[in-house]
């Protein structure tokens, strides 16, 4: 199951730069578990979790493999994008590709590194970008529901409960904003929605990139993308790319080390690879035994047999239950069989919505 976020933004605003830093430190954390550069441009990451190495240091598992996340360094954005401005055909292809939007913004002053709209605002980058991407999305629409309509119209049960989710979508550009803030309660609805690939439509994180010095609290910019990312229902990440570039080429011992002196606990890039994980609405459950302990990844809502479907199809087809220890309780107690003595290993059906956390143990039929 592989889970993509597209890292965009306009030109000189770091963006290459984080992304360099990130396939860095998948390729130094290849020494421990699989890494792969599939494309160029594509970095497949490994989530942190100290949950992991607890449940190593309790279960003896030889081997430790995380869950992971894939990066895509998507092509440069300029104004006029939906117009085929630049690489904009590129540029909004590889976007309709990815699960979610990374979108990195210059928070940071440099004289020696040009900004291609000749001034330092954030937020005005992000509405650039926020609007080619709403312009695709409007023209999209407005191509597709007249077809759709006459389908309606000769009675296309399909069609007719399509255009009440497309005609929210359009008014809600036409007032110019994206269509990720339109809110749908029902599962169906949800799906239609997911269903047109609309641009605006995706989760989106904002990395406001500044200087060393503001790596630890921000600055005066990077608050004014919080204050904004809030009112839009965004996340909000702050990372310095430059430090994050020196922190890949270093050491485990002199990475701690350098983070001290700089007043952080741990790289910003830790901090962002989690904030996309959450972005996608994932979470983690955990298989243990002698031979390895395992982070997978499931969206969040996940029942028991469709999560056991992640490790093996045949998990899933011929599922019968699944043992289930909670994080706390395996830590707290010291392992599976000690949680089983405190009658804290359950069995769950079917019906089960894993938790975060859960360690998981499936019986199924071959």
């Known amino acids: 199951m592989g889970f993509q976020c597209g890292i965009v933004g306009l030109p000189n605003v770091g ?3 984080l992304f360099n830093a ?21 970095g497949e990451v490994a989530v942190p979790d100290p949950r992991l190495n607890a449940i190593q240091k309790i279960s003896g598992s030889k081997e430790l493999i995380p869950t992971r996340i894939t990066f895509v360094d998507i092509a440069g954005l300029v104004r006029g994008a939906s117009k085929g401005e630049g690489l904009g055909n590129q540029f909004l292809a590889n976007i309709r590709e990815v699960d979610a939007i990374v979108h990195v913004l210059r928070c940071f002053e440099d004289d020696d590194i040009t900004h291609v709209e000749g001034t330092i605002d954030p937020i005005a980058d ?16 407005e191509r597709r529901i007249a077809p759709l309509k006459k389908k309606a119209t000769g009675g296309d049960k399909e069609a007719k409960a399509v255009i009440p989710i497309m005609e929210a979508a359009l008014a809600l550009l036409q007032d110019g904003k994206p269509v990720r803030l339109l809110k749908l309660d029902d599962p169906e609805e949800k799906k239609i929605l ?4 609309l641009l605006t439509s995706k989760p989106v994180l904002f990395v406001c990139n500044v200087d060393e010095a503001s790596a630890a609290t921000g600055n005066a910019l990077s608050a004014k993308v919080e204050e904004m990312a809030k009112a839009q229902g965004a996340g909000s990440v702050i ?4 430090i994050e570039a020196e922190i890949s080429q270093l050491d485990k011992d002199e990475q701690d080390e350098y983070l001290e002196t700089i007043g952080l606990e741990e790289p910003g890039l830790d901090r962002l690879i989690r904030a996309g ?3 996608l609405g994932l979470i983690t459950y955990f298989t243990a035994g002698p031979k390895e302990v395992r982070a997978w990844t499931i969206t969040a809502g996940t029942k028991a047999p469709a999560a056991a479907g992640v ?21 707290s107690l010291g392992g599976e069989a ?24 499936f019986k199924f039929n071959t």
């Open 15 to 17: 963006k290459s730069t």
């Open 22 to 42: 990130l396939t860095k430190t998948a390729a130094a954390q290849a020494a421990n578990y699989p890494f792969c550069t599939i494309e160029p441009n594509t």
């Open 126 to 141: 992000a509405e650039t970008v926020e609007t080619e991407l709403m312009v695709s999305d409007l023209e999209s629409l």
């Open 194 to 197: 997911d269903g047109l690939n």
């Open 239 to 242: 990372i310095s790319a430059a």
């Open 277 to 279: 994980y959450e972005l």
């Open 311 to 331: 490790i093996h199809t045949d998990f899933e087809r011929g599922f019968i239950r699944a043992q289930t220890i909670a994080y706390n309780d395996y830590i």
């Open 338 to 361: 000690a949680a089983k003595e405190a009658g804290k290993a359950r069995d769950e059906g079917k019906e089960y919505i894993v938790k975060d956390g859960d360690i998981l143990l």
